[in-house]
């Protein structure tokens, strides 16, 4: 699993040109050009994670032709399918459903209603394909596929998430704690990777991936506005409370029947 999300976002750098122009820190921007900055930054964001889409959908449709898994019939003659086989076939199909879940997905990029955390999601689906692909020729091997990779929830782009309590940097030892801080109980609450988890410990704002929120959703009289992601309220977006998919197995099957459609108020 490759992290994207230092490619795409930085630790909301944006929210700093929301307030005031540089050359006038006392003002703040009236509310027009604040708003026309957000769409601004959220499309520009968004053709950027749509390329990244694309690329990860494309490299795992290349890996799917050059290494199908070819599998025999689900019983032989002789009665029922072996576990090996059975096991295989399981993650073989849901790969295969993962990665035309994140092809539907990213057919759906030019959607005026497609979001950031969309993107995201066709991704995860893509990249999950392909760690489930290499799970399904281990176990028709006879072998045990490795744990699938957890993904950081404040950023599903990112890299895997570390161990709760993890050193900051690799290879460095870790000293026994004797307690638990308020940060520490805060960053060991969700996966995170290692920067997103270094910076809850430091008290600062990981790089989340953010989502638009039209101003009626948001409770505002003008907007839109950028929010975390895992904010939104799940009616109006299947992604916030799953890391993009990242931990809902049936995220593939959600896509393709089309219940990922769940749209904020505008």
Known sequence: MRGVGGLVFRRWWFVRLLSAP????????PERERRELVLREWEVLRERLARIAAERVTAAGELFRAAELRLPAEASASGAESPADSAARTAYLWALEAYEAAGRLLDQADDPHTDLPDLA???V???QAVERLAAAHTL???AR?????VRCFYNPLHGPAVPAAAPDRPGKKQRQRPTRGAREA?????????????AILAGETPDVLPALLPAKAAGRRT???LVPYYTVPQQWSPW???ACGAYDPDAPALVLRGAHHRHPPH
């Open 140 to 142: 028709y091997a006879g």
């Open 223 to 225: 907007g839109p506005v």
């Open 125 to 127: 689906l893509a990249e």
């Open 22 to 29: 540089p050359d006038e820190p006392g003002r703040r921007l």
């Open 186 to 198: 805060a960053a060991d609450r969700r996966p995170a990777c290692r920067s997103c988890r270094r």
């Open 145 to 149: 596929p490795a744990p699938l990779a």
């Open 240 to 242: 916030s409370a799953t």
């Open 121 to 123: 999601a066709a991704v």
